[in-house]
């Protein structure tokens, strides 16, 4: 398995990447042990007020920042204030870096999703981002953009793990060329004791962390598991040396619940972070 994902500008994303959300103190240290076990992806936000300690971390690696894939979000006030540039502006100051591999608006805050994603295209083509996309997009928030875009959104970033499989989405945004990325791709631990999930880890001599993560993978999501613990983020990004089978890969199909954790897309303007 490829280890990288070629968006539809041709830049190359890392399959798996490390999450921070909620790192919070421990956020340097898990980016340090992720560098160190070959995660070459952080997925970070100025929401979580974290990109300092990502940017930090990233520095005191060694490893020459072009070979580090950095995504980073826009988060909704600024998107409601007309804030879009200086809270860019704030993100590669917190990061330290003059570009960003990958931004994304964060939620497609309604009044504001065309406007917003015109200012990304005008990031985009000054150089200062390699790619631009969104998350937490329906169908209905993407054919606003689309319609409103002269650049395709090259990643929609949503939540997915087994009980929430995303089919419809993932089959509108294969046709249009857009990537998918799971977000809490091990449904925050709460798949993990799944019984099937638990006999194929038996089966493979796999956990169930490992299994979960290896069908998104070979359901072509790109994944960014979230751990600030040193053994966890090596048994997440240990994954490639496996394969399910295609009687497996059904058995997970067959989990989907249509179930979220997180927030709807539908709901989410109300609530408070
Ligand atoms: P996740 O599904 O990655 O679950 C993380 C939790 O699972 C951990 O806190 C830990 O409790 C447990 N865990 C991790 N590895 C484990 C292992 N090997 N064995 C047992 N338990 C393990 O959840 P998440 O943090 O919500 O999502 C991952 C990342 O996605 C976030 O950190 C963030 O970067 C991103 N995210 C984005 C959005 C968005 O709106 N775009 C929303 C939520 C999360």
């Known amino acids: 398995m490829d280890m990288y994902k070629t968006l539809n500008n041709g830049v190359k994303m890392p399959i798996l990447g490390l999450g921070v959300y909620k790192s919070g103190e421990d956020t340097k240290q898990a980016v340090l042990d992720a560098l160190e076990a070959g995660y070459r992806h952080i997925d970070t936000a100025a929401l ?37 540039m200086e809270a860019f502006e704030r993100s590669l100051k917190n990061l330290g870096t003059d570009y960003v591999d990958l931004y994304l608006l964060h939620w497609p805050v309604s009044q504001a999703l065309e406007q917003s994603w015109k200012i990304l295209e005008q990031i985009y083509k000054e150089g200062r981002v390699r790619a631009i996309g969104v998350s937490n997009c329906h169908m209905s928030h993407l054919m606003r953009v689309m319609a409103a875009a002269t650049v395709v959104p090259a990643v929609n970033q949503v939540e997915c793990h087994p009980y929430l499989s995303q089919k419809p989405l993932r089959t509108f945004c294969n046709n249009l060329s857009i990537a998918m990325e799971a977000w809490s791709p091990l449904g925050r631990g709460r798949v993990l004791n799944d019984p099937v999930i638990g006999q194929l880890a038996q089966k493979y001599n796999k956990t169930p962390a490992q299994i979960i993560l290896r069908w998104e993978l070979q359901e ?43 927030t709807d897309p539908d709901h989410f303007e109300n609530k408070q972070w």
Not at 55 to 72: D, K, L, V, W, Y
Not at 231 to 240: A, K, L, Q, V
């Open 48 to 84: 979580y007020k974290n990109e300092a300690q990502v940017g930090e971390a990233i520095r005191e690696s060694g490893i020459p920042r072009e070979e580090i894939f950095i995504t980073t979000k826009l988060w909704n006030d600024d998107m409601k204030n007309g804030t879009q």
């Open 220 to 262: 072509n999501w790109i994944v960014i598991p979230k751990s600030v613990h040193r053994e966890r983020i090596i048994e997440n990004s240990s994954i490639f040396d496996f394969e399910l089978d295609s009687a497996d890969m059904a058995r997970m199909d067959g989990l989907n619940k249509d179930m979220r954790f997180g």
